[in-house]
């Protein structure tokens, strides 16, 4: 039997799901790219031969993902500038700090991190683990974009598998570099 269209609504018929929060598009973007991110950057850490050293690699990914954010709301800045005669300099400001979600995705990451300097895992093992909460939330968050945007469980899932699809790569090239 054909699936049929979850996300084509019949005419005046309204939505299944009414959300209280709908995250916005820049929001959306960052977190996903945050996750992404993150994901690369313990990725990274993970290296055969090396003295673990989780604590002071918690702090750089923490670090990175702090310039990528202030990076990436700084070209917003430069972008409106070349585009807009004016000074907004509180809306170049907001455009800033728009980036929070960037830095708030990196922190699960940062966290499984800090346990290994706790003593409760490996480095390793704790970089495992944040490769692996990375890849579910990158399910999650592509899987509630899809579903805030009026799409049914179906293809809010498939959604969701696309966006995780991007986690399991960085976990498949992780293991066969390493």
């Not at 991110?37 to 690699?57: M, N």
């Not at 907004?88 to 699960?108: F, K, Y």
């Amino acid at each position: 039997m054909p699936e049929r269209a979850d996300h084509v609504r019949r005419k005046g018929a309204g939505p299944r799901v009414i959300l209280r929060h709908r995250p916005s598009e820049g929001s959306l973007f960052s977190v996903i790219y945050g996750l992404v991110l993150a994901s690369a950057l313990v990725a990274a850490l993970d290296s055969t031969g090396e003295k673990a050293d989780p604590g002071p690699d918690a702090l750089w990914v923490l670090l990175t993902a702090l310039a990528s954010g202030a990076a990436h709301g700084y070209a917003h800045v430069i972008a409106q500038r070349a585009s807009v005669d004016g000074a907004a300099t509180r809306s170049r400001l907001r455009l800033v700090l728009a980036e929070w979600p960037l830095v708030a995705a990196v922190l699960p990451a940062v966290a499984l991190l800090l346990t290994a300097v706790a003593g409760w895992w490996a480095e390793a093992t704790a970089v495992d683990a944040a490769l692996l909460f990375n890849t579910l939330a990158l399910f999650g968050w592509g899987a509630w974009a899809a579903r805030t945007a009026g799409h049914g469980w179906p293809s809010s899932c498939r959604a969701g598998a696309l966006d995780m699809l991007i986690g399991l790569v960085i976990i498949i090239a992780n293991s066969l570099i390493k």
